[in-house]
Each structure stands twice: as structure tokens, then as C-alpha cells.
């Protein structure tokens, strides 16, 4: 949650800010991913859900990017901001949750155009038993003015114990964004994710708000979203809080 850097005020260098919600370096002002930067950013996962009904994880989370060449950024991440999933307990465990850690994965992107690029990620999602996940997506944006909108949608095929739910799925995560201030934005996080071979059976829409602030190369945020508001296996519950630092070289 997640999910998403800094590296100037807005009035020193407009061109560094970013508007993406995971925090990945994003040239704003050409409309491109930014120039070889490192971007570190960690998440604070928390489930919001009354005792004894759901268990209540909490845990953190830590990604960080690399722009390695002109073309490639790699992400090692944990935080289910990255993967476009409303969830917690990913990282490092605090409290309550089924593991010490999990959730590791590496991220790679290739641009392919200004706007648009590819991905490759491959996710532990659990480590005893693992289950390993290959992800194959897209990853898209769009700035103008205030407004900016970032979509990732990918295909998650289960590579080891698809017996235990490690099932194959879609994911569709859309972000928007407004910047309502100097540094400040709002970011509204939805989507629609589900498993490949029964997706009228198991989609899920989930719905966020968040606000974003962002000083020198310093970003905060915090996002409250509901992981499966709408959708076939609509739920109030689980609710999830994302609290997010920071920083960008």
C-alpha cells in the first residue's frame, strides 16, 4: 500500500517531482521516468478491523528503486502499494501477523515509450510454504497540469504450490492524483483484481483516499483504503491504513 519520490521542492526543480503514488522517480515536466536517481520509501501496514473478527496485522514494509540505465529501473520491494494490492502485513512483521516476513519481491521496468513501459516482477508472497509468483505488466501515466493518472495493470501466475491458493490473477490498479497544494496531493486508488480462471466469481474493487506531501527529498503519505469494497466478494471489511516516508537521491 502501496506504493509509491521526491527530489526538489516544486519551486527549486518542478522537473524531479513525482506524482506516482508508488514513489518512483518520474520526470513530471517530459512526461518520462526521471534520470538515474535511488528512491527509498518505507510503509507502515496496518489492518483496521475490530478485534476478534480479523486478525490485525501490522508491519513494515520497505521498497527501494534504482535507475540502474537510461531504460531500466529495478526495485527491491515488500509493500503492497508496489504490487497494486490494498493489503498488510508485508515486510517485517510488528504484530499479529501469519509470518516474520514476507512478501519480498524484485521489481524490473523497461520503458519502452515517454508514457508507457514494461514489467517483470517475481514475488514471495509466502515463505513457509513459498509461493512464488511471476508477474508480466504494463506500466502507464499521465500528467497534465494538476491532474496525473497512473495505471499498472499485470498477470500473476503462481510458479510453486498452487495447491495451497497460490492461483494465477489479474490485476488492474488505477491511481489519480490532484495536487491541491505546494507538495500537497490527493491520490484516489482503485482497480479491479481477480483470479484468472473464475474472475466473475472472484473480482474485487477496492477504494482509497490518501494524501501525499512532498519537501526537498523528503515525501510522506498516507493512504485508507477498503480492500474489496465493491465487487462479487464486496465486504466492508478488511479496511487497511497505509503510512508511508520517504526519500530520494
Known sequence: MVV?????SA????????D??????????NNRPAGRTITVIAHAEVTDAERGILPRPVSLAPDVYLR????????????????????AGGGLCLSDCDERYRNPGIDVLYDIRRQLGARVRLVARELDPIELQLHLGL???????RLGVHAAPYLAFGLSNRDLGNDDFINLPLWLTVRVGAGVSGV???GIAGQIDSFGDTYEI????????????????????????FGRLNAILPRHLVVSFGWQR
Open 4 to 8: 509509491a519520490g521526491p527530489a526538489a
Open 11 to 18: 519551486l527549486a526543480n518542478p522537473v524531479r517531482l513525482s
Open 20 to 29: 506516482q503514488p508508488d514513489g518512483r522517480p518520474f520526470d513530471r515536466a
Open 68 to 87: 540502474v540505465v537510461d531504460r531500466v529501473t529495478l526495485g527491491v520491494v515488500h509493500s503492497h502499494r508496489a504490487l497494486g494490492l490494498v493489503d
Open 139 to 145: 506500466d502507464w501515466h499521465w500528467q497534465r497540469g
Open 188 to 190: 484516489f486508488h482503485t
Open 206 to 229: 477496492p477504494v482509497g483516499l490518501g494524501v501525499r506531501y512532498r519537501r526537498g527529498p523528503y515525501l510522506a503519505g498516507v493512504q485508507y483504503a477498503f480492500a474489496r469494497l
